[in-house]
């Protein structure tokens, strides 16, 4: 598109949860278009979770993935910008809808490297190990704030 910004679809909440923020990173899971394996997937290692959690837990795994999906979300990131002939990384704050994106897809993409046997059984590792805030989504974020951090000199550069 030339002229304007796309306008954002709707998109319908799933059908166990209710829960429009589901659909979305159901929609990241997904291969190849089969929303029904990537949903069966998630639900699947929503179970785990729900098994995994301890009894002395009394949040549903829906809270928990709620709870590994805000401990992975970034609050700043390092934009590249050239000012005369250097480069310099800047750190910007991040849209609202840029965070919950870029936590899901650092959440997915951890999950996929893990090896546990299923791909249920490794997102719901990612996610207990995101929910006590260590695994290597969590470690991904805590990077991206180091970077930032390091580069906060040039934030005066920011446009």
Avoid: C
């Avoid at 796309?6 to 990173?25: E, W």
């Avoid at 159901?26 to 959690?53: C, P, Q, R």
């Avoid at 934009?79 to 997915?108: E, N, Y």
């Amino acid at each position: 598109m030339r002229k304007r910004r796309a306008k954002k679809r709707i998109l319908l909440p799933d059908p166990k949860f209710n829960d429009q923020l589901v659909t979305r990173f159901v929609n990241n899971l997904m291969w190849d278009g089969k929303k029904s394996t990537a949903f069966k997937i998630f639900y699947d290692a929503l179970e785990i979770v729900e098994n995994k959690k301890g009894e002395e837990e009394e949040k549903t795994s829906l809270e928990i993935w709620k709870d590994a999906l805000s401990n992975v979300m970034p609050q700043v990131e390092v934009r590249s910008r050239r000012v005369g002939g250097a480069t310099f990384q800047i750190p910007m704050p991040i849209r609202p809808d840029r965070k919950v994106s870029m936590a899901m897809k650092w959440l997915i993409s951890y999950s996929r490297k893990r090896n546990e046997k299923t791909m249920a059984q490794k997102l719901a590792a990612e996610v207990l190990a995101a929910a006590k805030e260590e695994g290597a989504a969590v470690k991904k974020r805590v990077d991206v704030h180091k970077m930032a951090e390091a580069n906060k000199a040039f934030s005066h550069f920011r446009f």
